[in-house]
């Protein structure tokens, strides 16, 4: 990789982006340098040709770092780097602790109280299946994380959709039970016994609302600190493929290449 | 008229359409798609110059690509590409509007042959 570090730190400088938006660039064009580097040094290119035709293709022109900068710039850019600095160095396995976990335990004794009182309906089963891959997946994540793994960003559109469908389900089950309970009203005056059912329903109806939003918001703040928790690996892996660069790679050096100061974002 | 021709950003859509048509099939790491429509148009299309990445992005921004990291337990992520199926609808359109661009230049490039042959026996 030492090879690419003056022409990765130079796009590294140039492209004015948030930290996580820059390093995933990096990282893609790291790896599709040394690819391409590969390839054509399989095919009898010599080091130095290939290394050059590797940045000709990948890097081309100052163009594509400006056509890049241009289609990545976000207005929320100061807000997504505190709150993704803030969140490293292992708040986010905090934020996991004191913010996730009692939301889906609190979510698994709603449903668990619902269950025991009441007769469930199909889409509370459905709701609680949904609860219980969520949970599932959000507890392999932190255990990854815990032995020092990786964030695995292909669960993260499963957990975007699981977190959508746990509240839509609650007020699906809320919407269907309060049509069901506005019915029997309707018929006429209910006696005693009736009340008491009708009382115990929108109870069970309101109780799967309630599990869907904690499931939802448990499920969506897990995505957060999952993604930037993998923002954040791929900011480290960029400084760590930057640094101790070649002595080449000095200011107004032979280059015109300025290293990237330590604590700046990269 | 179902299509006009709109000469405007003629290579981007070239471009465009011919990433799109890599990773129709299988989910592809920038320079593969690089090294592929090179290699499928015998270097024709040479996909360099800063064009690839902007391309890649805007359309993945766009829901037309999907971008995947390749979720190493060990090293580096890699990003892959695939396409989406708003990209599949999105591709069939395209394909179709370049079909009838090919359709509506081929009365031109016939009667620029024919008339070359006329010239020449003319000539002759």
């Known amino acids: ?266 | 008229m179902e299509h006009s021709f709109d000469s405007q950003g003629l290579g981007r859509r070239v471009n465009e359409l011919l990433i799109l048509c890599e990773v129709r099939r299988a989910p592809l790491h920038g320079y593969q798609i690089a090294l592929e429509i090179e290699r499928k148009s015998s270097g024709y299309f040479p996909v360099n110059h800063g064009t690839l990445y902007p391309i890649l992005h805007r359309l993945e921004k766009e829901g037309l690509i999907a971008g995947y990291w390749s979720d190493p337990e060990e090293g580096r992520a890699r990003k892959q590409y695939a396409l989406t199926e708003a990209g599949r609808t999105y591709l069939s359109e395209i394909i179709g509007g370049w079909r009838s661009l090919q359709a509506s230049l081929e009365p031109f490039l016939t009667a620029d042959e024919a008339a070359d042959g006329q010239v020449q026996t003319g000539a002759a």
Do not use: C, Y
């Open chain 1, 1 to 266: 990789m030492d090879r690419f570090k003056p022409a990765l730190r130079k796009v590294a400088r140039e492209l004015d982006l948030p930290r996580n938006v820059r390093a995933a660039i990096l990282v893609e064009m790291a790896a599709d340098l040394e690819a391409l580097f590969g390839h054509h040094r399989r095919r009898g290119a010599s080091e130095e040709e290939a290394a050059r035709r590797a940045e000709q293709t990948v890097l081309g022109s100052s163009d594509v770092i400006r056509r890049l900068g241009r289609l990545h710039q976000a207005t929320w850019r100061g807000w997504s780097e505190s709150v993704g600095a803030r969140l490293s160095g292992g708040a986010d396995l905090v934020l996991m602790a004191v913010g996730v976990a009692p939301m889906l335990l609190l979510a698994g004794f709603v449903a668990a109280r619902v269950l025991v009182a009441h007769p469930a309906t199909p889409v509370l089963w459905v709701l609680i299946a949904v609860g219980l891959i969520l949970v599932g997946l959000v507890l392999t994540a932190v255990a990854s994380l815990l032995r020092g793994g990786r964030a695995q960003s292909r669960w993260f559109p499963m957990l975007l959709v699981l977190s959508a469908l746990a509240p839509a389900l609650g007020v699906l089950a809320l919407a269907l039970g309060g049509h069901a309970t506005m019915s029997a009203l309707a018929i006429g005056t209910p006696d005693a016994a009736t009340q008491v059912s009708l009382a115990a329903r929108v109870a069970r109806d309101g109780a799967a609302l309630l599990v869907g939003l904690l499931l939802g918001i448990a499920g969506a703040l897990s995505w957060f600190v999952l993604q930037n928790r993998f923002s954040v690996q791929l900011v480290r892996d960029v400084d760590a493929m930057l640094e101790d660069g070649p002595a080449r790679d000095t200011v107004g050096g032979a280059n015109g290449i300025v290293p990237l100061v330590r604590g700046r974002s990269a």
